[in-house]
């Protein structure tokens, strides 16, 4: 059975680690962006079933990334992105672009793995 | 060799001026050359580092990762993550790798919550790390000291609380504001306790910051506050006093009511503001007898609060401050006379008609 990919654009190296451990252990594929410039070239390649991101990276932001998958792919691909304390602005801008569910930092992994389950299923 | 003679010949043949400004020429080329060869040096010596610190992160990552999800041990800690422990006391002991350690705990913990993050807490203080933390405050510089509470703040180290709490009252604020922090952050209201004994200033920006962390805590539940308003620090006292504000602390009523008298006007001008709040009437007796000693700040903010608490009784007392010489003061008695009596408001004399009296009047009529 092929395995569910799912891009993850975090330049938290940590934390990016982590989730990965989590998902693959859930039965995903994982594919990491240190950016969105990376992300947006991840998710053109390999065209993912989920997509989460970050709101602030470097070179290209979070909200870049969901505009160029809603309005420059145009693909419904679920997308979850993550927020720190005082982003509330950018959260209500990522879900006016397209953003399907978001994450205040800090977060319970366990929690993502059910909205991911939830999303995918 | 014949040019360089040529040069000799020719330079001791210039003006003192010439000689002089090939000497500054010389020893300024010197200079950059020495500069370029530095910077060089010093750009390879951040590289290497840069990439020692980057392989050393990586490392400690993974190790982190592999202690949260290993298996745990009901009896103790299991094989697997004591490895883990044992792998992170070797860095530990140098200096360069601790903060690396350290730096990628934190890296992790302010991002997540739930069990791992507590994983990550227990991780901290199986390590020596926590040993590290602690001897840092007993260091002779503040600095060190304020950076060693931070980190047992971080990692939620609780049992640390006797020896952060001998800082308290510190010469240093930096010191102090993070013992006030790491008290509420990890005791929450019970930590609220180190202002029995606070014998320093508390100043604005650190009780901000002390009222944002007690908004974040789930249990609203603030203790006694009556100690704190009766506390011998005037800074004690304010800070009390917008506890006994934010929280709707109304049983502090007659402990409220006893600081009018406080000799402090700062703390009387901070108190008027939490009466009106705390609709404390009983309060409005006492001001009217002092009103004349009282100071001009303490005045208007009384007439604030008498906006807030107006009855029928205070007419007269209204009336005999209408033509007070403070202007925020007779403006606010004269709005106070409009919403209490109308006519009489209506009826007062408007003589002479470019007076500052009469346009305030007809400033409140037509508004």
Known sequence: MNKKKIVLAEDNS????????????????????????????????????????????????????????????DIKVPIIVFSAAGQEEMVLKAFNLGANDFMGKPFSPNELVIRVKRLLN | MNKFQYFLEYYNGEPLIIQLVWMVSCLLFLAVIILIIYLKFLRVHLRENEKITEKYTKDYELLLITYLYAETDENGVSLERQSVINELEKGIKNTFKRKIIVATFLKLGNEITGEMAESIHDLYSQTKLKKYALSKLKNRNWYIIARGIRELTLFHVKDAHDQVVKHVNHSRREVRKEVQLYLVNLFHFDGLKFLDDLQTPLSEWDQIQLLEELQKLEDQQIPDISLWLRSANKYVVIFALKLAKIYNQFGMKDVLIELISQKDEKVRLELIPVLSHLHVIEAKEVFKNNFNESSKDEQIAFFKLLENLIEPSDEPFIIE????????????????????????????ELTPPESDFVKIVEFIKNN
Do not use: C, W
Not at chain 1, 19 to 41: H, N, P, S, T
Not at chain 2, 325 to 334: G, H, I, M, Q, R
């Open chain 2, 321 to 348: 401050h209408i033509y007070h010489e403070n202007f925020e003061v007779k403006y606010s008695a004269l709005k106070l006379l409009k919403v209490l009596n109308a006519a009489k408001f209506e009826n007062l």
């Open chain 1, 14 to 73: 940590t934390l990016s680690l982590l989730l990965k451990f989590r998902l693959e252990k859930e039965g995903y594929e994982l594919l990491m962006a240190v950016d969105g410039k990376q992300a947006i070239e991840l998710i053109e390649e390999h065209n993912p079933d989920l997509i989460l991101t970050d709101i602030m990276m470097p070179y290209i932001s979070g909200l870049e990334v969901i505009s160029h998958v809603r309005n420059e792919l």
